[in-house]
């Protein structure tokens, strides 16, 4: 089937690490000393989307930094997300579209990976969990929510 698809599963590596530079130390769940460090990665399923109000309350109300999919999520005072260009995977959905109505099968289109993402930053988030964002992520970021 063609498309474009998002292979989740790939990409949360990177969320991981831009996490650990943010949250030093850590790994999973851990506690360090009298301080639990848990972070929260939150992948794309639209049980998760479709809670997300939820999902990210219950993120604030245990000061856990979140990681997700949508930026949607940081709008609601997640900590970052680091989707997928919208504007590319649209551009892409056109590009198929366009291929097919001019006679190509679709069972002959491949099946594409974005290959440009965007990092969205809420550094009011940032703050409120005592949290420095490393100055090389602020520049890199396509957008920091204050």
Excluded: C
Aim: glycine share 8%.
């Amino acid at each position: 089937m063609p498309g474009v698809s998002f292979a989740f599963w790939e990409i949360t590596g990177k969320w991981f690490e831009l996490l650990k530079r943010i949250v030093p130390g850590v790994t999973r769940v851990a506690a360090l000393g009298n301080t639990l460090r848990a972070a929260l990665l939150v992948l794309p399923h639209p049980m998760f989307y479709a809670d997300r109000a939820h999902m990210e309350g219950l993120a604030t109300m245990n000061r856990w930094p979140g990681a997700y999919w949508g930026r949607e999520f940081v709008e609601l005072g997640g900590l970052f997300a680091h989707p997928p260009s919208p504007v590319e995977m649209a551009g892409h959905g056109a590009v198929y579209v366009d291929k097919i109505l001019k006679g190509a099968k679709p069972a002959d289109l491949p099946v594409e990976q974005p290959t440009k993402f965007e990092l969205v930053i809420n550094l009011k988030t940032a703050k409120t969990l005592g949290l420095t964002i490393p100055q090389s992520m602020l520049l890199r970021a396509d957008e920091v929510l204050q």
